[in-house]
Nanobody
């Protein structure tokens, strides 16, 4: 599985961006898809994830109410709509795939087997 993330860029605080991640392969619909981010000098952290089964996505507390994750299985693509961006959202954002068809959404890096190359988001104050 190859993941290709895009959509990052420079935006002012309060602005919006939409990240996209497209996966290769025919089994995208069976993957739980997640977004993580890593700010300079910090560890990679969970942002959001959406289960292969549907249902309510999971979000980090820091992005709840501002970010929305969605997926289009026909396009093998997962999206992260980011609104009301803050300077502390500045990071490289990575999409990830969990192919194990779990009954729950993992928020752990170890829960995802496949990773995209990252797309950089910079929020200016």
């Amino acid at each position: 599985v190859q993941l290709q993330a895009s959509g990052g860029g420079l935006v002012q605080a309060g602005g919006s961006l939409r990240l996209s991640c497209t996966a290769s392969g025919r089994t995208f619909s069976s993957y739980t898809m997640g977004w993580f981010r890593q700010a300079p000098g910090k560890e990679r952290e969970f942002v959001a994830a959406i289960s292969w089964r549907g249902g309510s996505p999971g979000y980090a507390d820091s992005v709840k109410g501002r970010f929305t994750i969605s997926r289009d299985n026909a396009k093998n693509t997962v999206y992260l709509q980011m609104n009301s961006l803050k300077p502390e959202d500045t990071a490289t954002y990575y999409c990830a795939a969990d192919p194990r068809s779990r009954s729950y959404i993992s928020t752990m890096i170890s829960g995802y087997d496949y990773w995209g190359q990252g797309t950089k988001v910079t929020v200016s104050s």
